[in-house]
Every structure is written in structure tokens, then in C-alpha cells.
């Protein structure tokens, strides 16, 4: 059954094509988004939601989408979209970061011409037929120095074009290193420094707990007089009524913004000040990032849900659709690992270790990462997956460690996961054969070579005659078909294990009777998704 789409803003539709072309069906209602009760009633039936920024994409939407895999929002800003619950749902978050990045970082230099010379106002006194020209002495912009808040794909962009207008630029970004800083020809500084230094400053930063009203009346007071400020980022970044006090006083000499707290902004108290140049978020509002954004965000969508390769997602580490065939045996791989794990420790969890070695190593190893927690965690959350796993691990307070190394034995590569509880160290490891099936090569430090079978029983014991011979008796007396066996241990009369591949679930009242054995030291029943295999 093809997936399905619901497209609730207005979007190209030459994206809404693309969805048809990959073959997913598509339903296009670009007002639904605004409709909030209606949207609610009918999310449950779609796999994908591709939205702009009018729908709003709230925890209660989201509980009610029970299908839900993706949201695509064509555009950078994801502020109406509800991370943490789409998360914990397992629900993927892309965006399109690239698609409107010449677009916004264009309009932000418009920003600054038209405060440095004053044109809005200046458009409007002649278009009133008033000719004031002396009334709008404005200031060049060469050999100023502008300060760029946040040096991402659209900071980066806007600090280039500064450079070429002759302007002085100083970047803060706590993830500018000293290299990047050179090849854009910027001065990387801390945040009061730029305060201290810009003549104008303009932000490119996310909305985050971190950057939320980073400028304020403080950060205003550090800044020089005459400053002039630009936002063409997220509104929120700004605290709105320090920037009105500040360009009444002169302290501030101009601002630019696109954005606003509360949007739409119909009523504020920015709106009518001469020395303030407002527009509605028209950032990426040109003819070619509208019918990018749609472009890409229809591509990731599809591919995610036909091929299941994973691009710019918020939440979850990127599967390029080249990757993701090779990626796939092993993705299964690290999930089996960890179900195993899962499945046969029952203290609370206090430490993961995921070894990559080999040619796992040189692969997307956040992925794997991902499904290995999502296998670990599922005995008890079942509805987990690669998406919500990482998050429900953290608020477990359970430490993952991840190392690579290079080739070490016969396979090729391999994958080897540690867990550590308050009372013991359990260890597995697997890999894939030819076939892409995933195959388990050790367990308890013993080698072995086992397939993995949907219903299973996992023992332990010390090795000794008679065990195999035991667990037969009970299974054909109990009426359990065994299909198969794998048997292991580390040394003569040392510690052995014995996988036991069976037609069905494993009795519960059968496991007891292995468990009350003298000779088992423990035992426990398995079951794996082999048909996702």
C-alpha cells in the first residue's frame, strides 16, 4: 500500500507532482492547516505531513496522528512544530535549511541599505510630493563594521556579502571554528565584543533557550550609540519593548525586522516609528525559495517513505538515499543486538558501549547508534524507535559510548554492544553475511555463529554432558517443537550457552520448568522481527 501525504499550507505544485512521481499519494489542501479541529479529526489517516508555517503542529495533533512517520516543513524554522512530542512518538522532523538561504541572507542585506539611507521613508516623503532632501542624511556602509550573530548557512552568506561591500565583519558563533572563520574573512569574537564594535549588527540564529531575547536592555546598553539592528531570523530573539525604548532614545538609530514576538503582527508598538523598517516575513519570500523549499521537502518526504533514506531531519541523523541500501542489513543488525540485550537483562541499565570495527566503522554509525537503542529499550517500550530511542535513553540517564577501530579479525566488520548494570557486564556482538541477514558471532565472550530466529530460548550454563539431552526431554514432553540449535562455549568444562530456534513462543510454563533445572543457570525466551529482515 503506498504511503500518504497531506499537505496542509500552500505548496508548489510542482512538489505536489514530485509525491505523485515517487508514488505517494497525495492530498492537497493547503487550507487545512489553519482549521485546527479539522486537521485534528483527519491526521490519523496519513503517513506524511508536509507543512509551511501556518499549520501548527501541536503535541495533541500529534497524539492523534497514529500513522504519522514524517513532517516536512519546507522552510528552516520549525518553531511550529512540537520536537520533544513528534520525538517521543517516534515521528521524524525535516526541514529544508538550504532551500531559502540565498533568500534570507538577501533580504537582511536589503535591511541594511535601507536603514543606512532611510529609503522607506524617503520612498514615501516623495512619494507624497514633499521633495525632503535634507531631512535623510543617511550613512554609508563602507568601512563599517557589522556584527553577525550566528554564522550558520544564512549567517555565513550575509558575512560574504558584508566582506564585499567593503565592511568590516565580526561573527559570534560558539560553532565557528578559527578555519572557517579565515575562509569567510571574518573576526570571530565573543558576544559582548560584537555588542561593543558593530555599527550594525544582525542576528541569524535559531530560536532556542540559549538565544531567546539575547538581545534585551542589557545587551543593548553594551552596544554603540547610533547602532542598527537587523532581524531577519526568528522573532522572540529581540525583546521588543527594550528595542522600542532604545530607538526612542536614539541609543539604537535604526532596525530592520521581518520577524516578530507574536505573528501575524497586526498591532505593535514597532509599527509607525520613522526610524524603524518593518516587513511580514518575507525573508524567504522570493519566487525561487518558495519553489525550493517545496521542491526539497517533497524529495526528503519521499524518499524517506519510499527508500527510507533520511535528509535534513531535526531529530534523527541523516540516511543519504545512496547509503541507505548498504546501511539497512546493518541498521537491522544494531537493532537485533540491542533486542537482545533488552530482551535478556532485567537491571536497570547504567551504561551502553556500541563498538564499530571494521568497515562498520566507516558508516553512519549515529544511525546505527540509533537503531541499537531503539532494540535495547523496545522489551520495555514498545512502540520506540530510532527517532524517540536516543531521547527516552537520555531521560533514563543510561550513558552510551561509542567506539571505532579498525579491522581486528576475520569479518570484514562488526558491530559489538556492552551493557553495564549495577551487577554485571553483558556483551554481544553480530554481523552481516552476503545474504544482509544479521547473524550473531558472540555472545557472553563466546564465539559462535547463529542465525536469529523469530521465537527463541537463550541458556546458560556450566558446560557439562547431559544439557541438550535435558532441554529435549522438557520441550517433547511439554509438546515445543525445536526447529534447530546453536551450541557454545569458552573453554572445556567453563561457561556455555545454548540458542534453541523454536515454531513458536516459548511457554511460560515451560520456562520455569528449564529455570527450575539445577544444571540451567538461567534462561530466557526471545522473539525477533524476522520479516523486517
Known amino acids: 500500500m503506498a504511503p500518504r ?14 509525491f505523485k512521481d515517487r508514488g505517494v499519494e497525495v492530498d492537497y489542501l493547503p487550507d487545512l492547516g489553519k482549521d485546527k479541529e479539522k486537521l485534528l479529526e483527519v491526521i490519523g489517516q496519513y503517513d506524511g505531513l ?78 507624497a510630493g514633499k521633495w525632503e532632501k535634507n531631512r535623510f542624511m543617511g550613512v554609508e556602509i563602507t568601512g563599517k563594521t557589522l556584527g553577525v550573530i550566528g554564522c550558520g548557512n544564512i ?33 570571530k569574537v565573543e558576544l559582548d565584543e560584537l555588542f561593543a564594535r558593530a555599527d550594525f549588527i544582525t542576528l541569524h540564529t535559531p530560536l532556542t533557550d540559549k538565544t531567546r531575547n539575547i538581545i534585551d536592555a542589557a545587551a543593548i546598553a553594551k552596544m554603540k550609540n547610533g547602532v542598527r539592528i537587523i532581524n531577519c531570523a526568528r522573532g ?13 532614545s536614539g541609543k539604537v538609530a535604526g532596525a530592520g525586522i521581518d520577524v516578530f514576538e507574536v505573528e501575524p503582527a497586526e498591532n505593535n508598538e514597532l509599527f509607525g516609528m520613522e526610524n524603524v523598517v518593518a516587513t511580514p516575513h518575507l525573508g524567504a519570500s522570493t519566487a525561487e525559495a518558495q519553489e525550493n523549499v517545496a521542491l526539497q521537502v517533497a524529495e526528503q518526504m519521499a524518499d524517506y517513505l519510499i527508500k527510507g533514506a533520511v535528509s535534513n531531519a531535526i531529530n534523527m541523523p541523516s540516511i543519504t538515499a545512496e547509503e541507505a541500501p548498504r546501511l539497512k542489513p546493518f541498521v537491522k543488525l544494531a537493532e537485533v543486538l540491542g533486542a537482545f540485550v533488552g530482551q535478556v537483562t532485567e537491571d536497570p541499565i547504567k551504561e551502553v558501549e556500541i563498538l564499530f570495527d571494521g568497515s562498520t566503522a566507516t558508516m553512519n554509525t549515529r544511525a546505527l547508534i540509533s537503531a541499537a537503542l531503539a532494540g535495547l529499550i523496545r522489551p520495555q517500550v514498545s512502540d520506540v524507535n530510532m527517532v524517540s530511542a536516543p531521547i527516552m535513553v537520555k531521560e533514563r540517564g543510561i550513558i552510551v559510548a561509542e567506539v571505532k577501530r579498525d579491522k581486528s579479525g576475520v569479518f570484514d566488520g562488526y558491530i559489538k554492544l ?110 525477533f522481527d524476522v520479516n523486517a529482515m
Open 236 to 248: 522572540g530573539l529581540i525583546v521588543e519593548a527594550d528595542l522600542v525604548a532604545a530607538l526612542k
Open 155 to 187: 549567517g555565513s552568506i550575509v558575512a560574504t556579502r558584508g566582506v564585499g561591500l567593503k565592511m568590516h565583519v565580526i561573527a559570534f558563533d560558539p560553532f565557528l571554528s578559527d578555519k572557517r572563520a579565515e575562509e569567510l574573512g571574518v573576526d
Open 50 to 127: 508536509a507543512i509551511r508555517s501556518a499549520t501548527k503542529v501541536t503535541e495533541k495533533l500529534i497524539n492523534a496522528a497514529t500513522k504519522l512517520k514524517v513532517i516536512g516543513r519546507a522552510g528552516i524554522g520549525v518553531d511550529n512544530v512540537d520536537i520533544p512530542a513528534a520525538s517521543r512518538k517516534g515521528i521524524i522532523v525535516m526541514n529544508t535549511p538550504f532551500g531559502n538561504s540565498i533568500t534570507t541572507a538577501e533580504h537582511a542585506v536589503a535591511m541594511i541599505f535601507a536603514l543606512a539611507r532611510q529609503i522607506p521613508e524617503a520612498n514615501a516623503s516623495t512619494h
Open 418 to 527: 556492552t551493557v553495564t548494570t549495577e551487577h554485571m557486564t553483558r556483551s554481544i556482538a553480530g554481523t552481516c553475511f552476503s545474504d544482509g541477514k544479521p547473524r550473531f558471532i558472540q555472545i557472553k565472550g563466546i564465539n559462535l555463529d547463529a542465525e536469529v530466529g523469530q521465537h527463541m530460548l537463550y541458556t546458560t550454563n556450566a558446560d557439562a554432558p547431559g544439557i541438550i539431552g535435558l532441554l529435549g526431554t522438557v520441550c517433547g514432553e511439554n509438546g515445543v517443537n525445536i526447529a534447530n540449535f546453536q551450541l557454545g562455549r569458552n573453554r572445556p568444562g567453563g561457561d556455555a550457552i545454548a540458542l534453541l530456534y523454536l515454531d513458536a513462543p516459548f511457554p511460560e510454563k515451560v520456562l520455569e520448568q528449564v529455570k527450575a533445572h539445577k544444571s540451567i543457570d538461567s534462561a530466557k525466551r526471545l522473539q
Open 5 to 18: 501525504v497531506l499537505v496542509s499550507d500552500k505548496l508548489s505544485p510542482t512538489a505536489v507532482q514530485i
